[in-house]
């Protein structure tokens, strides 16, 4: 798997480009690989995804996000270390 952070994020297999989804979940994986071997907690990325005043649902919408990003990567991409991604 390529990962390919410089200019628009993408990703690449050898079978070609991986769907990756929308702008959150773009944002959610981008944080995610500039972080690359640490845990970022929940709080910590709703914050940086939503912003100052998140939506009663950012925490059930950031699962959402894992959820397809695992199923775009594969389980193992995504990592869950108690409240942290």
């Not at 993408?10 to 994986?29: K, N, S």
């Not at 990325?45 to 998140?54: A, N, Q, V």
């Amino acid at each position: 798997m390529e990962w390919r952070i410089l200019g628009p994020l993408e990703v690449a297999t050898d079978t070609g480009p991986v769907a990756l989804g929308g702008p959150r979940r773009r944002g959610l994986l981008s944080i995610l690989l500039c972080q690359p071997n640490a845990f970022v907690p929940r709080g910590r990325l709703i914050d940086l995804l939503w912003g100052l005043d998140p939506p009663s649902s950012a925490q059930g919408a950031l699962q959402v996000h894992v959820h397809g990003l695992r199923r775009s990567l594969g389980a193992d991409r995504v990592l869950t270390r108690g409240v942290a991604y």
